[in-house]
């Protein structure tokens, strides 16, 4: 089945210790999008992949990064984080604009903690 | 600036009965909606949606109600069976084929039998 796999499922790391989250899709969609979503919280767009284009929301914290190699991976980067990080890391795809659909499909998430 | 709201953080509802989701919006830029399910431990699916184009689409046991100079829309259920129990995300985008997605904080539903 088509799908979008996020590895880990549950991810523990040390406050300040660097952490990459990844997502991988087999759907070849060309859009990839990383969400968090804190607990009872509306999931929150950090930024998302056009194709190879980046596309950052204005107010994700300069600590996360992200990288796309390709069509099907991309990952998420922690630079250093902090106890306000531990959240659900949600990746998501979608097809391209011009084919007009809005539907996101999503990965099952990374639940990160941070100590 | 929460600018889709989902009011109720849960809803319970008799197996069979109806259930009606609620969600409203702020910006009037917002022209197509989403809705997705989420069941525990797994990621939002998509469930269906609807255009400013349209009050209205069905699909199945699911309906999508809008209204545009109310800035809200609903979800019905009918009839609501268990394994409809999950968390609910209205989501919004400014216009069809756009990217982006701004989402509300969801309702959990949960069905009793």
């Known amino acids: 089945d088509a799908m979008v796999i996020q590895n880990p499922r549950y991810q523990v790391t040390q406050f300040g210790k660097p952490v990459t989250l990844s997502c991988s899709q087999t759907?070849?969609?060309?859009?990839m999008y990383w969400y968090q979503q804190k607990s009872s919280q509306a999931p929150k767009l950090l930024f998302h992949y056009y194709d190879k284009d980046f596309n950052n929301e204005a107010d994700t914290p300069d600590n996360f990064q992200s990288r796309r190699p390709n069509t099907s991976f991309c990952f998420l980067d922690i630079r250093s984080p902090g106890l306000g990080d531990a959240a659900m890391y949600l990746c998501?795809?979608?097809?391209?604009?011009?084919?007009?659909?809005?539907?996101?499909?999503f990965g099952p998430g990374t639940r990160l903690t941070v100590l | 600036d929460q600018q889709v709201k989902q009011n109720s953080p849960s809803l319970s509802v008799q197996e069979g009965r109806i259930s009606i989701l609620n969600c409203d919006y702020t910006n009037s830029m917002f022209d197509y909606f989403l809705w997705y399910k989420k069941y525990p431990a797994e990621g939002p699916t998509f469930l269906i949606s609807?255009?400013?184009?349209?009050d209205k689409n069905e699909d199945g046991r699911f309906t999508v109600f809008l209204n545009k100079s109310a800035k809200h829309l609903s979800l019905h259920i009918v009839p609501s069976q268990p394994g409809d129990s999950a968390v609910y995300f209205c989501?919004?985008?400014?216009?069809?084929?756009?990217?982006?997605?701004?989402f509300g904080t969801g309702t959990r539903l949960t069905i009793i039998p």
């Open positions: 989501a919004a985008s400014p216009n069809f084929g756009n990217e982006k997605l701004t």
């Open positions: 759907l070849n969609h060309n859009v």
């Open positions: 998501a795809t979608s097809r391209d604009r011009a084919s007009g659909y809005n539907e996101q499909f």
């Open positions: 609807i255009s400013s184009i349209k």
